[in-house]
């Protein structure tokens, strides 16, 4: 007979990953839990709005396709950078909520934010890489709240704001800093990086586009801000036009196409910094298109030059007239003396602000007075409550020399990255990146002397962006030449 079982089973181990390995969980099921608790809640917010609140009901309509497009950006996280450079030049008309501290920019950059964060918590990569603007661009916003802090425990005399409104305030200015690590964590490619380069034109040509329509139907306006303060508009189509001219310089990293939204962008831009009429713009402006020609091309930047001193020739009358009223007669001054009787008044007001500044922080250098001092400190001085007129001492007065310090540190390291991508750029595109966002720079360096410009969400956020573009692109170029090297080693 046949011998049975004359050999033994073998029973296979259940499938498992190797020994050492981590397991790999599956998290698909994760969106559609998300999507089944959105949509629980926005049905208990409409029950709640219709009846409880009496809301009419195109509202809620509204409102329920606005929150719905969010949700819609949160799946699909490629378009919340392009979302958040569409919304600069319009930001102050974006709808509010009604929620302190949340309105159209701040949701906009919640979005963003989960858009970037959604897509590492699946993948489990590194959420941000290391780079040179990071530690600095977080040690500034440190800074910032530990100023509102000390303030809040230690309120200067004379001081109204309180603690929540302090809180709020700088709130308001965090999103459009932290967009940078948005950018830098979730741009992954030269791709993604050319078709935001394209946003940022479409965005500037809409910026451009509301200023000459205000200049057309309100002729009687005497300065033109689209959507913004006059001197802001100016510092923001100034900082976008010189970015925007060294795409120009480097167009063949574009499509036909885009070249064409590069080139008209950039002329609407550049017409329309001079509308503003600020002092501060035009000198900005300027010293970005200086940067421009003269990394690009030194002829260029002669001929830049020779266009700058024929100015009085070809400027229009208003731009003339505004940069002549830097000198009055002392008797339309405002305020009088040695130094500022012959200036005009608003030129008057800042250097005397400056003095009171530089006169009261020598009592209080390393900290400063805190959070929003100045005007306090003008109140007792000259009898009337005035904003510093400048970054600098801003800085200087609300946070002392550690605030300065930081500051130092942040436009340092926004510099340093843009010349780096100068040095390692390979292509055209990288290149005109580098280029506009030194440019950039130099605007907000020469504009933020005569105001508080960088701190603007729609200029911060636009710059950021750029920002963040800038240190991807350097961990790019960073890649590829040790790809480069590798493979001249293995051949």
């Not at 049975?4 to 790999?24: I, L, M, N, T």
């Not at 009604?98 to 918590?121: D, R, T």
């Not at 339309?332 to 005009?344: E, F, N, R, S, Y």
């Not at 929003?372 to 200087?396: C, D, K, W």
């Amino acid at each position: 007979m046949p011998e049975r079982d004359s050999q033994k089973r073998v029973y296979a181990a259940p499938p498992g990953p190797p020994h050492g390995e981590v397991p790999q969980y599956n998290y698909a099921w994760i969106p559609y839990v998300l999507g089944g608790i959105v949509a629980l809640v926005l049905a208990l917010a409409i029950t709640r709005l219709n009846y409880g609140y009496a809301q009419a009901p195109h509202r809620i309509v509204k409102m329920l396709l606005g929150v719905s497009f969010l949700v819609f950006t949160v799946f699909r996280p490629k378009l919340a950078l392009h979302l958040w450079l569409l919304a600069m030049p319009i930001a102050a008309w974006l709808p509010v909520t009604g929620i302190p501290g949340l309105n159209g920019v701040n949701l906009l950059f919640i979005v963003a934010l989960l858009g970037w964060i959604g897509p590492w918590f699946m993948s489990r990569e590194r959420l941000m890489p290391r780079t040179r603007i990071a530690p600095a661009l977080g040690f500034y916003i440190v800074v910032m709240f530990a100023s509102v802090i000390r303030t809040i425990l230690f309120p200067p005399e004379g001081t109204s704001y309180g603690a929540t409104e302090l809180l709020l305030r700088v709130w308001q200015r965090v999103p459009a800093l932290a967009i940078y690590f948005v950018a830098v964590g979730s741009i992954k490619d030269y791709g993604r990086i050319r078709s935001i380069i394209g946003t940022f034109a479409v965005s500037t040509g809409i910026a451009a586009m509301i200023a000459f329509r205000q200049f057309a139907t309100t002729p009687d306006v005497r300065r033109i801000g689209g959507g913004m303060n006059p001197n802001d508009f100016a510092a923001y189509v100034g900082m976008c036009a010189t970015a925007l001219a060294a795409f120009v310089f480097t167009s063949k990293a574009f499509n036909r196409a885009q070249r064409l939204v590069l080139w008209v962008a950039a002329g609407l831009a550049s017409i329309a910094v001079l509308l503003p009429k600020s002092r501060g713009g035009y000198v900005g402006f300027a010293g970005g298109l200086s940067a421009v020609t003269f990394l690009m091309s030194r002829k260029a930047f002669i001929v830049f030059l020779f266009v700058l001193l024929a100015s009085p020739l070809w400027a229009p009358g208003f731009v003339k007239d505004r940069v002549l009223e830097t000198e009055v007669e002392s008797a339309q001054a405002q305020i009088t003396g040695d130094v500022t009787d012959k200036l005009d008044p608003s030129a008057a007001v800042r250097i005397e602000i400056w003095g009171i500044v530089l006169s009261e922080v020598a009592s209080r250098p390393i900290f400063g007075f805190g959070f929003g001092s100045v005007p306090r400190l003008t109140l007792g001085r000259i009898g009337t409550p005035f904003s510093a007129h400048s970054l600098y001492f801003e800085t200087l007065c609300d946070m002392g020399l550690i605030g300065i310090a930081a500051l130092a540190w942040l436009l340092v390291a926004c510099t340093r990255s843009g010349l780096e991508l100068t040095r390692r750029a390979t292509t055209p595109l990288t290149r005109g990146l580098a280029v506009g966002f030194v440019a950039a720079t130099v605007v907000l360096l020469l504009a933020n002397i005569f105001g508080q410009r960088f701190l603007h969400r729609s200029i911060a956020g636009s710059y950021f962006v750029l920002a963040g573009m800038v240190d991807r692109s350097i961990l790019l170029e960073r890649e590829a030449k040790s790809v480069r090297h590798e493979e001249v080693m293995a051949s």
